[in-house]
């Protein structure tokens, strides 16, 4: 059964996708994502749409001239109207189109920065969850090991059977928390797999280590960069409303009388007696000041954020140093005590207390790791490392 397990366990290891190669497919096939090239195309027809001219208007008429009772004639006319853009305004509406475009840019950026993150936070999950039923397997072999002395003492007299009992329960309890091991494992896989939004299931090999990125500043975070393309995009509607009049219209026609034909050429100007768009002005340049405000706050509470994380990271890798140092010292004292054991000069709840205690310190080291590589991970969004 063990070689079975093993082999099982070999093989699986063997056709498990690395975490570098299962991100990378997340972030190719992910409909969430795929919604990001559609955002893009809308992006460019909306571009399309503020530059664009409107339609000319042609207008026909028929008219019914009647100089004399009994008489009539016809005539008719035909009038060609086009709306131009003013000079100026041309260029304001190819500013305004690429701040829009740009701002959808900057928010498909940061919805890729943002599942990056969040994939790789599941993972990390995963991954503590995929240890700690390793460390409970391990806890179950140390069970058996002290329960098999156990029999052992009892059959030859050296200890009443209530120790043996106490041993054999012991590893009962540990079986029921490898159970339990096994469901959250279970949990954070298929949590992990859906928020990927595919329908396949893969093995991801466990063995990634999250790294700090080199970058330090907040300057470079996909949230900052969308602020500043919003400031931009308002800044550019502010000064295309600036221009109180956009269009005129040009309209050329030619009338057909009885007697005679009339070609005209004019001009329609609007009046601007009431509707001076001053008041969109106003709106986007209000707008384009509180992102502009929004983006000061957001830099100084990522900047002060990044510290946080920083100073977290160090901490937590002194505290995982030391942990190591004392798992170290546990293991040393565990087979002492096992040894002891045998013999006779150790009690079984002292031994238990040791194994507990060893069992209680790697339990603690994979919280410390995992809250490393979650501030790790969360540094790493934080400095733009994930919006590529």
């Known amino acids: 059964m063990k070689i079975v397990f093993l082999t099982t366990l070999l093989i699986g290891s063997l056709y498990a ?33 503020t530059t664009r001219y409107k339609n000319p208007t042609l207008s026909l008429e028929v008219s019914n001239f009647s100089p004399d009772i009994g008489d009539s004639e016809v005539g008719y006319s035909a009038t060609l109207t086009q709306p131009i853009r003013l000079w100026g305004v041309s260029s304001a509406r190819e500013d305004l189109a690429y701040a829009q475009t740009e701002q959808v840019k900057a ?8 599942f990056t993150r969040e994939l790789s936070s599941l993972y990390a999950k995963y991954k503590r969850a995929v240890s700690a039923e390793h460390l409970a397997q391990e806890e179950l072999a140390i069970a058996q090991k002290i329960a098999n002395i156990s029999q052992s003492r009892f059959e030859n007299g050296s200890i009443a059977k209530v120790k043996y009992l106490q041993a054999s329960l012991d590893t009962k309890g540990v ?28 093995e991801v090999d466990t063995a ?11 300057i470079s975070n996909a949230s900052i960069e969308l602020s500043r393309a919003t400031e931009k995009s308002a800044r550019a509607s502010s000064k295309l409303n600036a221009n109180k009049l956009e269009w005129i219209s040009v309209y050329g026609q030619f009338e057909q ?91 079984l709840i002292e031994l238990q207390t040791i194994k507990n205690q060893l069992i209680q310190t790697k339990e603690n080291l994979l919280n410390i790791i995992l809250s490393k590589e979650l501030n790790i991970i969360e540094h790493n969004y934080l400095t733009g490392t994930y919006n590529e």
């Open 208 to 218: 990634y280590t999250f790294m700090l990125s080199e970058y330090g500043k907040a």
């Open 107 to 114: 928010g498909v950026k940061l919805s890729r920065a943002g």
């Open 175 to 202: 079986q029921n928390f490898l159970a339990q091991t096994a469901v959250k494992k279970t949990t954070a896989y298929y949590r992990m797999m859906g928020y990927r939004g595919l329908n396949d299931e893969i």
């Open 257 to 347: 009388e009885p007697d005679q034909g009339i070609a005209r050429v004019g001009i329609n100007l609007p009046l601007l007696a009431f509707n001076t768009k001053s008041q969109e002005k106003q709106i986007s340049k209000l707008s384009a000041d509180k992102a502009k405000l929004f983006t000061q706050n957001l830099t100084n509470q990522i900047s002060f954020k990044l510290r946080e994380l920083q100073n977290s990271i160090k901490t937590l890798a002194v505290v995982e140093e030391t942990s190591l140092e004392l798992l170290q010292s546990q293991k040393e004292l565990l087979e002492m005590y096992e040894e002891g054991y045998k013999i006779a000069n150790i009690d």
């Open 17 to 49: 996708q690395s975490f570098e190669d299962f991100l990378a497919d997340s972030l190719k096939k992910s409909p969430l994502l795929q919604t990001n090239a559609l955002s893009l195309e809308q992006a460019q027809e909306k571009s399309s749409m």
